[in-house]
């Protein structure tokens, strides 16, 4: 498993996230710009940059509205390469209300779980049978 963040998130993780890991026997790992090394009972945190390249059964990126430079640009790039490093299971957080770059990703977002829950339209007349009316 492995989780994903902007930059800028990287601290509020390692005071907030690692001490409730720690009470449960799991080492937060932050990893940037350094070889990966996977150890039993240790989540691996780092950025997209950093982890260009590898993959995890599961992925988690904790807030996603972080992705957004400070001009207010989202940062598509980065965002695209945290999103497709799982395998199985991707899980995607963040917090509505923001400035607007946060909005529109949290928009994108919801907008492509809606289209992934929706079901197919399929059409099961066969085209060599003529229509009936």
Do not use: W
């Not at 720690?22 to 080492?27: A, C």
């Not at 950093?50 to 992705?67: H, L, N, Q, R």
């Amino acid at each position: 498993m492995c989780l994903i963040y902007n930059g800028r998130a990287g601290r509020n993780l390692e005071n907030q996230l690692g001490p409730t890991l720690s009470k449960l026997g799991i080492e937060l790992s932050l990893h940037r710009n350094r070889a990966f090394q996977r150890k039993s009972n240790t989540l691996i945190a780092t950025t997209p940059h950093s982890y260009k390249g590898y993959e995890s059964e599961a992925v988690i990126i904790p807030s996603v509205d972080t992705f957004v430079a400070p001009n207010g640009q989202i940062l598509a790039h980065a965002l695209y390469v945290a999103m497709t490093r799982a395998r199985s299971l991707l899980a995607v957080y963040g917090t509505q209300g923001g400035p607007q770059a946060s909005t529109t990703i949290i928009e994108a977002v919801k907008r492509c779980l809606r289209t992934q829950r929706s079901r197919p339209n399929i059409d099961l007349q066969d085209e060599s049978d003529p229509p009936t009316d």
